[in-house]
C-alpha cells in the first residue's frame, strides 16, 4: 500500500520573467484528507497547483504525485488524478452532458454520470454548450469531469468560486464524500470560510511560500496561545471614547474605535472584563446594543502573520 503522502512537494520554485511567484515551497497532502491552499490574490496558489498537475515545469524543488512526477509520468498518472482548473478548461463547444460522458468513457470504472449530473444540478444545462454556461455553471461541469473518473488524488482551484451558496453546499458535500472514500482532495481557495468547513488541513500561502500550516483548530490557536487575545466588540447608542475604556481596563487590553457608537476591545477578555465595559459604558449614560465576544477565523491568524487581509 502507498503509505507516503499522495502529494508531496518539497523546495518548489517557479518563475516568471525572473521573479519568483513560488519561492521555496513544501506542501503535503494526504490520502482521505482534504487540504486546502489558502492564501490572497496572487500568493501563487495556482501556480504551485499546475506544477502537481504536470501542467508547468517547477525551476527548482520536487513535486511527487502518488510518488511520481508529475511532467515526466504523465500518462501513468492521468487515470488516478482529477483536474478542476480554475477558468474551467473546458472545449466550449460542446453540450454539457455530452462532455460529461465522453469525459466518464475515457475511464475503467467511472462514476454514474446520471446520479453525478443530478447532484451537481447539472441538468438545468445538459444541452447548452460550454460557451454559453454561466460561471457558476461551468464551475460545477468542471467539478464532474475532474471527479468522474474516480481519482485517488483531485485538485480543484477554487471550486466554489461564483456558484451560488446552494451549490457551493453540493460542492463541499461532493468533497468530502471523495476524501470519505481515500481520495486525496487539495483545493486552493481565498475564502477562509471554505478552508475553514471543509479542510482537515490548512497550508496559508503567502509570497510564494508556506507561512503556517495545520489543521484549522491548531491554525486558529496560533495567536491565542501567544496572549489569549480574543476580541469583544460592543456597539451602543450613543458616541463613546476609546481612551477612557482603555483607562477603565488597563493597559493589557487594547480599545479601538470601529465606528462612532462601536468599539473593539482586545486582549485576554474575561468576564470581569465584559463587566467592566458594560458598567463603564453605563457610567457614561450609553445603552450597549449588542456585544458580540468575536470568533476568531482564519483571516485573523493571516492578519496575525502578515499583517495584512486576506481579501
Ligand atoms: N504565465 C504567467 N506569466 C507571468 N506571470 C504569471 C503567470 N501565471 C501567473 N503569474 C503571476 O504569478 C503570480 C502568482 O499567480 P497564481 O495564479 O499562482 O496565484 P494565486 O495564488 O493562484 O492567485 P489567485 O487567487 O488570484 O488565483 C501572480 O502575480 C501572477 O500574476
Redesign the pocket.
Known amino acids: 500500500m502507498h503509505r507516503s503522502p499522495a502529494v508531496e512537494v518539497h523546495g518548489l520554485v517557479k518563475r516568471?520573467?525572473g521573479r519568483a511567484?513560488?519561492d521555496g515551497l513544501d506542501l503535503t497532502a494526504d490520502a482521505g484528507r482534504v487540504t486546502a491552499v489558502l492564501?490572497?490574490?496572487?500568493?501563487?496558489?495556482?501556480?504551485?497547483v499546475?506544477c502537481c498537475e504536470g501542467l508547468r515545469s517547477p525551476d527548482a524543488g520536487t513535486v511527487r504525485v502518488l510518488g511520481l512526477d508529475p511532467v515526466a509520468d504523465a500518462a501513468a498518472l492521468r487515470p488516478a488524478v482529477g483536474v478542476m482548473l480554475?477558468d474551467g478548461g473546458l472545449p466550449t463547444g460542446v453540450r454539457a452532458q455530452e462532455m460529461l460522458e465522453h469525459v466518464a468513457r475515457m475511464y475503467a470504472r467511472p462514476l454514474d454520470t446520471g446520479q453525478l449530473a443530478e447532484r451537481l444540478g447539472l441538468g438545468a444545462f445538459a444541452r447548452t454548450t460550454v460557451r454559453r454556461l454561466s460561471g457558476g455553471q461551468r464551475q460545477r461541469l468542471a467539478l464532474a469531469v475532474a471527479v468522474v473518473g474516480r481519482p485517488r488524488v483531485v485538485f480543484l482551484?477554487?471550486p466554489s468560486a461564483g456558484m451560488d451558496p446552494q451549490s457551493r453546499l453540493a460542492v463541499w458535500e461532493l468533497v468530502r464524500e471523495l476524501r470519505d472514500g481515500g481520495a486525496a482532495v487539495i483545493l486552493?481557495t481565498?475564502l477562509m470560510e471554505e478552508a475553514e468547513d471543509v479542510a482537515d488541513q490548512v497550508a496559508v500561502?503567502d509570497h510564494?511560500t508556506v507561512i503556517a500550516r495545520g489543521t484549522v483548530p491548531q491554525l486558529l490557536a496560533m495567536g491565542v496561545d501567544r496572549d489569549g487575545a480574543a476580541t469583544l466588540v460592543v456597539h451602543t447608542d450613543g458616541d463613546v471614547d476609546p481612551a477612557g475604556l482603555a483607562e477603565r481596563l488597563g493597559d493589557r487590553f487594547t480599545v479601538e474605535r470601529r465606528s462612532g457608537t462601536s468599539l473593539a476591545v482586545t486582549g485576554a477578555v474575561a468576564p470581569g472584563t465584559v463587566a467592566a465595559t458594560t458598567g463603564w459604558l453605563a457610567e457614561q449614560d450609553v445603552l450597549v446594543t449588542h456585544l458580540d465576544l468575536g470568533r476568531r477565523t482564519l483571516e485573523d491568524v493571516f492578519l496575525d502573520l502578515t499583517g495584512r487581509s486576506l481579501r
Open positions: 516568471y520573467d511567484v513560488v492564501g490572497p490574490n496572487g500568493a501563487g496558489k495556482t501556480t504551485t499546475e480554475q482551484d477554487e486552493t481565498h500561502v510564494g
